[in-house]
């Protein structure tokens, strides 16, 4: 029954999405030792088989009693016969397997064990004589059951009577919960066919009826209760309608098609269109196409049968842009109209940069508000707004004596970063002042490899070489140390990322391996080698079931957190030998943000294991050190480099 084992898999994931790890660990246990076997008859049959085989008796028994308790209990009155034949034919069964393979003090065991159980019953009178009789085999009171043909006839017996006992049990509502969306599903469409019937049948007494519009019958909408909130959901309303009318017009536009007379685009890949994009910030980006290659179709003109190429990508196509050296930036678009090459859903909309760093951009990262801390070689830590509206912006400038090795964002005011030295400070982004820092020797005076805050509780993860600690940011006047890790796997880490709510540290170290650790429990749940090389980068998917880590080997691996150490993806990117630079997912997990050693490139995961498509590409003169996507149909990328540059661009999720 494979239902119940798809529902043992949710509730698995529901345990690990709440950070409940002891109840974890004692399901997993239970589901070990389950007498049912996930209500799958060949496993309990083999279960059964096993006993007989090894001669446990008290296994057996237990099994078949638990068996009559939680489940033949419910059967109906006229089963309790074949209950009693099956647990009568069973034990025959283990008592001939006991002579067979010579184990007399077995069949003595079982004798003394199920007498008075036993001797009441009709049945095993001539039983109690089968220890005294040689060669039972030749006994035709006893023949029979050494044969072949009796033993596979009573497991068939016996599997078709447990599966019509595990379909007869009723079904919790968590395992019916598909079969009752099916009814609904099947019920909508026998009411859609049932309307579409009535239209055709009245169709000459009501216009309605005759023309099948179906919405005719249905009910008309409530009318919602105006209140002194009205007015804020109309412009809310509008707010959202505008977006969508902005995204509209954006698909419209590059779905118009040319007009005859207008020059003809060739759509292979020796040929690609152009588009001439101004230097300006995002909101002043707009494509302008020459007349030559564009003219708008009016109303009255003869339509054409060769579509404008849109300015997107065939998925297995790179698509680059110049570096901002040039006085403009270009963009060159390809569309392949092979039938088995879908078009990329991605659009450029615009570029921007961000120039304040004077060295090389190690960690970079981004608030929930947006607001984006930046932080280089030579200590300085920049936090800028970038945009959309406005040019980037610096908001405000802390400048560390030793050069910056990572930071983290607390909240949308706090941030935290480490040094080269083993410091951790954490600062005021409002006031623009420093808060709090540790000693250098809290951390052993090692570099700092991992900062990572944890969602609730204001707390956060740090590491160096030796030393890993959770520290508690509360305290007004200095750190407080809230855990110190006395782990050996959570040493040399590179990475780590915190679950939704705070119970689960999900981490990735030099050596390659990938594992878990229960913060609440101060314990590794498990670890697994995922990388030839260390882990460069780490990042947990939207539903939180399943890790991506990349490499020093240019490998990308998806693990699943449900069953640790099971590779459920794994690719290659591509990437130089000597240099392996940081990625990040899109907002649905369909694509890839990779930071090469020539500028950042996306591709889109394949369907088959292995399989990256590379969709667009974005040139630079140095490599990147670190990226960032961000969620939304217009989302914000961001790609830090060596020269000190921030790219920014935004793309359109058609």
């Known amino acids: 029954m494979s239902e119940y084992q798809f529902v043992d898999e949710l509730v698995k994931e529901y345990l690990v999405f709440r950070g409940f790890t002891s109840t974890l660990k004692h399901f997993d246990t239970d589901l070990k030792f389950e007498k049912e076997k996930g209500f799958r008859v060949d496993r309990v049959l083999e279960a059964l088989n096993q006993y007989i085989s090894i001669h446990d008796l008290n296994s057996l028994l237990d099994t078949w009693r638990h068996f009559e308790n939680n489940i033949f209990s419910k059967l109906e009155p006229s089963k309790v016969t074949s209950v009693k034949k099956l647990e009568s034919s069973l034990l025959k069964l283990y008592l001939i ?64 009577f447990l599966t019509i006992c595990f379909q007869a049990l009723p079904p919790p509502r968590l395992v019916d919960y598909q079969k009752t969306a099916s009814r609904i599903r099947l019920l909508k469409e026998e009411q859609k066919n049932l309307k579409l019937k009535l239209a055709q049948v009245g169709g000459d007494e009501d216009p309605n009826l005759s023309a099948g519009n179906i919405k005719y019958f249905e009910a008309p909408p409530s009318q919602d209760i105006m209140d002194d909130f ?20 954006l698909k419209n536009f590059t779905s118009q098609k040319k007009s005859p007379t207008s020059q003809t685009v060739n759509r292979s890949r020796a040929a690609p269109t152009s588009l001439s994009v101004n230097k300006t910030p995002l909101k002043r980006v707009s494509p302008s196409l020459s007349k030559s290659q564009i003219v708008v179709q009016s109303p009255d003109a003869p339509s054409s049968t060769a579509p404008l190429v849109p300015p997107t990508v065939a998925e297995d196509a790179p698509q680059d842009w110049d570096t901002p050296d040039s006085s403009d930036k270009e963009v060159t678009s390809e569309t392949v109209t092979s039938p088995s090459t879908p078009a990329s859903r991605l659009l450029l909309l615009g570029q921007d940069e961000y120039h304040e760093h004077r060295s090389a951009v190690v960690s970079l990262k981004v608030s929930a508000a947006g607001v984006v801390a930046s932080a280089d070689v030579s200590g300085v830590v920049k936090v800028w707004n970038p945009g ?150 780490l990042e947990l998917t939207a539903d939180e079931t399943s890790v991506w880590s990349l490499g020093k080997e240019g490998q990308l691996l998806q693990s699943s957190l449900l069953r640790p150490g099971e590779k459920l993806w794994r690719g290659d990117l591509n990437a130089s030998e000597s240099y392996v630079g940081d990625f990040a997912l899109s907002p649905d997990c369909e694509h890839v943000l990779y930071g090469a050693e020539g500028g950042v490139v996306v591709y889109r995961l394949g369907e088959t294991e292995g399989k990256l498509i590379r969709v667009l590409g974005i040139r630079g003169e140095t490599p990147i050190t670190s990226v960032f996507w961000g969620a939304g149909d217009c989302g914000t990328i961001l790609a830090a480099g060596m020269d000190g540059s921030v790219k920014i661009s935004t793309l359109l999720n058609q």
């Open 97 to 160: 397997n006991c002579l067979q393979n010579k184990q007399s003090e077995k069949v003595k065991e079982f004798f003394e064990k199920l007498t008075p159980e036993l001797q009441g019953q009709n049945d095993w009178k001539d039983w109690f004589a089968l220890p005294y009789i040689k060669e039972p085999q030749d006994n035709p009171q006893y023949s029979l059951y050494y044969s072949r043909h009796w033993q596979d006839t009573l497991m068939i017996s016996l599997h078709n």
């Open 230 to 249: 009205f007015l804020i959901a109309v412009e809310a309303s509008r707010t959202e309608t505008q977006l969508k009318s902005i995204k509209s017009f």
């Open 388 to 537: 959309p509206s406005n040019q980037p912006t610096t908001k405000a400038t802390f400048i560390s004596a030793s050069p910056v090795s990572c930071l983290t964002w607390i909240d949308d005011r706090r941030l935290v970063y480490g040094t080269q030295m083993g410091q951790v400070r954490m600062c005021d982004v409002e006031d623009k002042c420093l808060v709090l820092e540790t000693a250098c020797s809290s951390l052993a005076g090692q570099p700092i490899s991992v900062l990572a805050a944890s969602p609730v509780g204001g707390l956060f993860f740090a590491c160096s070489a030796s030393k890993s600690l959770i520290i508690n940011t509360k305290e007004n006047r200095n750190f407080s140390v809230e855990t110190e890790i006395q782990e050996e796997a959570l040493t040399g880490l590179t990475a780590a990322h915190y679950n939704h709510n705070g119970s689960l540290l999900v981490f990735a170290s030099n050596r390659g391996d990938v594992g878990i650790y229960d913060i609440h429990r101060s314990e590794v749940l498990a670890t697994w080698h995922g990388h030839d090389k260390g882990v460069v980068s």
